[in-house]
């Protein structure tokens, strides 16, 4: 069983700056692939990013560089940061990882992007 928490979503202006993060529970967190997906009002839900158990990464092409993944195998944690915000970036963002069958979700996080 896989528990994901995440944290960090908050209100914020456009150009500005977020870390969202995401802890995890469960045996052998340092070889998961790890994803963020985040879905806006009206629309479905879409592919952040993703870091496998030794760090490689890949990124939702709407991305551009603004977002960086990263994790902390020791913590069990998974960070985003967000830089450059846009209006459009509103939304639930979620974590997400797919162990042996199971897609575990976590309850998301609401990030505003808002003058």
């Known amino acids: 069983q896989v528990q994901l928490v995440e944290s960090g979503g908050a209100l914020v202006q456009p150009g500005g700056s977020l870390r969202l993060s995401c802890g995890v529970s469960?045996?052998?967190?340092?070889?998961?692939?790890m994803y963020w997906y985040r879905q806006g009002p009206g629309k479905q839900r879409e592919f952040v990013a993703l870091i496998t158990g030794i760090g490689m990464t890949n990124y939702g092409t709407f991305v551009e560089g603004r977002f960086t993944i990263s994790r902390d195998n020791a913590r069990n944690m998974v960070y985003l940061q967000m830089n450059s915000l846009k209006p459009d970036d509103t939304a639930v963002y979620y974590c997400?990882?797919?162990?042996?069958?199971?897609?575990?979700w976590g309850q998301g996080t609401q990030v505003t992007v808002s003058s």
């Open positions: 997400n990882t797919q162990q042996q069958g199971i897609d575990y």
């Open positions: 469960g045996n052998g967190f340092d070889s998961y692939v």
